[in-house]
């Protein structure tokens, strides 16, 4: 059973910066895609940021220009670069793993961590 742990999250100024770590249990190249994803209160949960097994990326138009999606291989991370923080930032963010063979379609989810951006 895969498991991802997040890390990272926490309180910060508006137009501050925060680095997401998730940690994975096996290596991050062994899934089709990986993800963050953002859950603000009283709304639905929304992708943040993906990065395929190619290398590609794909960033939500809110963030893009701010966040940085990446991948450490070696440590088999995930991080979420988040610059240029804005109160609408806030949520809790989680990562989430797809390998379509092993975890199917919806994938693998981390706990989550709290982002928290004050104005």
């Known amino acids: 059973q895969v498991q991802l742990v997040e890390s990272g999250g926490g309180l910060v100024q508006d137009g501050g910066s925060l680095t997401l770590s998730c940690a994975a249990s096996?290596?991050?190249?062994?899934?089709?895609?990986v993800s963050w994803y953002r859950q603000a209160p009283g709304k639905e949960r929304e992708l943040v940021a993906r990065?395929?097994?190619?290398?590609?990326?794909t960033y939500a138009e809110s963030v893009k220009g701010r966040f940085t999606i990446s991948r450490d291989n070696a440590l088999n991370t995930l991080n979420l670069q988040m610059n240029s923080l804005e109160p609408e930032d806030t949520a809790v963010y989680y990562c989430n793993a797809v390998n379509y063979a092993t975890t199917g379609s919806q994938g693998v989810w981390g706990q989550g961590t709290q982002v928290t951006v004050s104005s």
């Open positions: 990065i395929y097994h190619s290398g590609s990326t």
């Open positions: 096996r290596s991050i190249f062994s899934f089709n895609f």
